[in-house]
Nanobody
Framework: QVQMVESGGGLVQPGGSLQLSCTAS????????IGWFRQAPGKEREFVAAISYSSVSTVYADSVKGRFIISRDNARSTVYLQMNSLKPEDTAVYYC???????????????????WGQGTQVTVSE
C-alpha cells in the first residue's frame, strides 16, 4: 500500500505564492508519474500538473501554465508544486496522486491514478 501525504496549503492573498509538497511511502516512488489535482466546492476534480517518473516530462493544465511549476526529488520520495501569481479561482483542495502503471507516459485523467493523498486546502483571498 502506497501512502501519499500532502502539505504546504494555507491562506494566501491574490498574487502570492505557496509551495505544496507530496511525500510518498513507496520505495518504488521513482518508477511512477505523479500528478497534482484540485477540487473546488461543487466542482469536479480537475488535473493541475504532472511529472514523469524521471522528471524529463511535465504537463500542465492551461489554467496554471506559466504560474505553477512541478518538480520532484526521488531521493526524498517527494514531489513539489510551486504556485505563483495565485488567483482566487485557484482556491481548492489540492491532491497528489501516483499513476497506476509504472514507467508509462504521463496521463492527465484522474482514473489513471491509483494512490491518492488526503488533500491540502489552498485558499486565495484578501
Amino acid at each position: 500500500q502506497v501512502q501519499m501525504v500532502e502539505s504546504g496549503g494555507g491562506l494566501v492573498q491574490p498574487g502570492g505564492s505557496l509551495q505544496l509538497s507530496c511525500t510518498a511511502s513507496a520505495r518504488t516512488f521513482s518508477a511512477y508519474n505523479i500528478g497534482w489535482f484540485r477540487q473546488a466546492p461543487g466542482k469536479e476534480r480537475e488535473f493541475v500538473a504532472a511529472i514523469s517518473y524521471s522528471s524529463v516530462s511535465t504537463v500542465y493544465a492551461d489554467s496554471v501554465k506559466g504560474r505553477f511549476i512541478i518538480s520532484r526529488d526521488n531521493a526524498r520520495s517527494t514531489v513539489y508544486l510551486q504556485m505563483n501569481s495565485l488567483k482566487p479561482e485557484d482556491t481548492a483542495v489540492y491532491y497528489c496522486a501516483a499513476e497506476r502503471v509504472p514507467y508509462g507516459p504521463i496521463d492527465s485523467r484522474p482514473t489513471a491514478y491509483e494512490y491518492w493523498g488526503q488533500g491540502t486546502q489552498v485558499t486565495v483571498s484578501e
